[in-house]
């Protein structure tokens, strides 16, 4: 029997990906809604982190890992918003949910 070989695999970069989607797109995917939290200015936009939102509907990620996103992902209007421009850019034809992108992570 012959000794396994390494196998590598494919990913962007997701800081790099959320880089390049806000200068795009001209957001904050931190801070969607612009929101200010000093309170000094009653602002009652909602909380819109959509890392907040990976990390609820890819399950597992932690630093110095891959995730996968998947076509079938749900969420609120503004998620799939964000989750839209990432398959636009990013995603690639996957025979069980259509697309899917595939990132690292690391922090």
Same mark, same amino acid.
């Given at each position: ?24 797109? *001209? ?11 000093? !309170?000094?200015?009653? %602002?009652?936009?909602?909380?819109? /982190? ?20 998947? *076509? ?11 989750? !839209?421009?990432?398959? %636009?850019?990013?995603?690639?034809? /996957? ?13």
């Amino acid at each position: 029997m012959e000794k396994p070989s390494k196998r590598t695999k494919e990913a962007y970069d997701w800081n790099e990906a959320r880089t390049y989607i806000e200068s795009v797109h *001209d957001c904050d995917l931190r801070n969607f809604a612009n929101k200010t939290y000093d !309170g000094s200015d009653g %602002d009652d936009r909602p909380y819109q /982190d959509y890392w907040h939102y990976l990390i609820d509907v890819c399950y597992i990620i932690g630093n110095g890992c891959y995730f996968t996103m998947e *076509d079938e992902m749900e969420g609120e209007p503004w998620q799939q918003e964000i989750t !839209g421009w990432i398959f %636009d850019e990013f995603g690639e034809p /996957d025979d069980f949910t259509g697309r899917s992108a595939v990132f690292w992570v690391e922090w």
